[in-house]
């Protein structure tokens, strides 16, 4: 599906929106599009409900299509605000911005709260709700990895621009809702692994963002840090007993660090 409009600027914006069996959200979602101050070059909006290959999947054959020298991404079930694509473009209308990441809200009986990443955090971040990367980062860095089936390729793809040479901007005029997603956790081995393996160093944040008393007394815990040196398949092999001690000790640590307001 594929939704375009007139572009008489040299500067715009394809939009990339991959779907997964919600009809209703993506109406939503293309009704907000519809709505903007500055209209997108393009809506691609790839379905993936037949053959279930993935997001990442999905938004390389979404971002290839366009043509824009900006590819934003968000998701099925989100609403940009209706200054979202005039927002993006101001942003990289700025000389030496190559991607940004932008704000998303959710809420709660009624109340809008913000889904922001932690204020301390460099590496846990950069949720494909709200990015948007120039068409030359996505080229030469390739793209989203799709050994990814779920969850963190988001993460990877930013820590890849990052570990390139690119930069990330934070943007937070540029406003994404995301409706009923607050506290959402998704613990996925292969991708954790994939993750932890893309930049270990970067990953002690994430793994320090899963360390809670909650998570300790529940033994919630316990079952993630098994499955990360249980768990392999055709993509991934487990952790080292070496690499999953100097992972949860720096991680422990950077937790701790928090919890008593130094990080």
């Not at 607050?182 to 954790?192: A, C, L, N, V, Y």
Request: charged residues 30%; proline residues 5%.
């Amino acid at each position: 599906m594929k939704i375009v409009a007139s572009d008489s600027d040299s500067l715009s914006v394809d939009v990339v929106i991959p779907t997964f069996r919600r009809p209703e959200d993506l109406d939503r979602c293309l009704k907000a599009l519809e709505c903007q101050s500055v209209a997108p070059a393009s809506v691609e909006v790839v379905d993936d409900s037949e053959e279930d290959r993935g997001p990442a999947f999905s938004r390389n054959i979404g971002w290839k299509r366009g043509n824009a020298p900006i590819v934003a991404f968000t998701d099925d079930d989100c609403v940009p605000s209706t200054d979202w694509i005039e927002s993006i473009l101001d942003e990289f209308s700025v000389g030496g911005v190559d991607v940004i990441e932008g704000s998303v809200t959710t809420e709660s009986e009624g109340v809008l709260l913000s889904m922001d990443p932690h204020p301390g955090d460099r590496w846990n971040r950069f949720k494909t709700a709200n990015m948007a990367y120039r068409r030359r980062v996505l080229e030469e860095i390739g793209g989203f990895d799709e050994r990814y089936f779920i969850h963190r390729e988001d993460t990877d793809i930013a820590w890849r621009a990052i570990n390139s040479g690119f930069s990330i901007s934070w943007s937070p005029k540029c406003v994404v809702h995301h409706p009923n997603r607050q506290g959402m956790q998704r613990i996925i081995p292969r991708s954790e692994i994939l993750l932890y393996r893309c930049d270990s160093r970067k990953y002690v944040e994430v793994a320090a963002g899963m360390i809670s008393f909650e998570a300790l007394k529940s033994g919630k815990l316990k079952e993630i840090r098994k499955s990360f040196r249980t768990y392999s398949d055709d993509f991934v092999n487990p952790l080292s007993r070496m690499e999953s001690f100097f992972l949860w000790t720096r991680s422990f640590s950077l937790a701790f660090l928090r919890k008593i307001g130094f990080r």
